[in-house]
């Protein structure tokens, strides 16, 4: 299955980290749509340690694993059973909270970027458009 959404909360245990995702539809590229209604919540579960400073509250991911049923957890007092999804692979998308590097500005799209190179007598360039 694949999901995707906000990070809420990462969680390291003592073999696996677990990360508590509110969910958002995903658009063609498999990026959360944040801009449209969440949908609940579910839990990731991958083994080994993910860093929390990579893995912060707020930053867009999209899951792919293994739906595992459902997992117990606790948002404040209120215990939860969300569903889980084990042996994932996690997507960080760009951190809308930090610029990218080099640029001393908010994110913007579409970046476009012009290089040119050369070598051994050739040269070359080129043009790249990210969105």
């Known amino acids: ?3 995707g959404g906000l990070l809420v909360e990462t969680r390291n245990l003592p073999t696996a980290t677990e990360l508590t995702v509110k969910a958002y539809p995903l658009d063609g590229c498999g990026r959360p749509r944040t801009g449209e209604p969440p949908r609940g919540r579910f839990l990731v579960r991958r083994q080994g340690y993910l860093e929390p400073l990579d893995y912060h509250a707020g930053r867009p ?7 595992a049923a459902s997992a117990e957890t606790r948002i404040g ?6 569903p889980l999804l084990d042996e994932a ?12 590097r080099g640029w001393p500005g908010p994110l913007s799209r579409p970046a476009i970027s012009i290089g040119i190179g050369g070598g051994s ?6 043009i790249g458009i990210g969105f």
């Open 89 to 100: 692979v996690v997507q960080l998308w760009p951190d809308p909270t930090r610029p990218a």
């Open 61 to 67: 991911v999209t899951v792919t694993g293994r739906l």
């Open 1 to 3: 299955m694949t999901w």
């Open 77 to 82: 007092e209120t215990p939860l059973i969300l």
């Open 121 to 126: 007598g050739h040269v070359g360039g080129g």
